[in-house]
């Protein structure tokens, strides 16, 4: 229902010409509004709108930005094969969309079961972690969806193992984790 709303406001914010800065709109602004329409069920909506501003974007990070959205637009349409050619493309300097670009990248591999893409992913993602300083909790929480990932691709669907990551006080992707593993 917040979400509905959420979105009710953006698209009359965006209709008023409202959201744009000197005729530009925030990237975090784009990306905010697109995810509520995706999680609102108004995937046909998020698709128009990506293509409606993408040129509203900062020129700079325009074509990162608009990929990034369509990836994300792909792969919660489960059309990994589409999601990962898009992602695979991402560079962000900012930590948290480098994170979720990686997160999303290791899901789709697992969900394609290509293997040996995904240990590759692992491995570097372990590093990308390891290299950055100000992760706060969520360190802990990516190396352990690193690590359960691991055991997850190694085993395949174990109840053992559901019940030490449901036992895990930090998790990214808990939720994911568990249905995998108790297929």
């Not at 995937?43 to 990034?68: G, K, M, S, V």
């Not at 990686?102 to 240990?119: I, N, P, V």
Request: include cysteine.
């Amino acid at each position: 229902e917040f979400a509905r709303k959420a979105l009710d406001l953006y698209r009359s914010a965006l209709d008023r010409g409202i959201l744009f800065e000197n005729g530009v709109l925030p990237a975090y602004t784009y990306n905010n509004i697109h995810f509520l329409a995706q999680v609102t069920g108004e995937t046909t909506w998020a698709q128009d709108f990506l293509d409606r501003y993408r040129e509203a974007l900062p020129a700079a990070e325009r074509d990162n930005i608009y990929r990034y959205n369509l990836a994300i637009f792909y792969y919660r349409a489960a059309d990994y094969g589409r999601a990962l050619e898009l992602l695979r493309t991402l560079d962000f300097p900012e930590v948290f969309m480098a994170l979720d670009v990686r997160r999303m990248l290791l899901k789709s591999y697992f969900e394609r079961g290509e293997w040996l893409s995904l240990a590759s992913l692992l491995d570097s993602f372990a590093v990308f972690i390891r290299r950055q300083k100000a992760l706060g909790y969520h360190r802990e929480s990516y190396r352990n969806l690193i690590r359960f990932t691991k055991k997850l691709a190694r085993r395949g669907a174990d109840r053992t193992l559901a019940a030490r990551i449901n036992a895990c006080p930090a998790v990214a992707e808990r939720e994911w984790l568990l249905s995998k593993a108790n297929r």
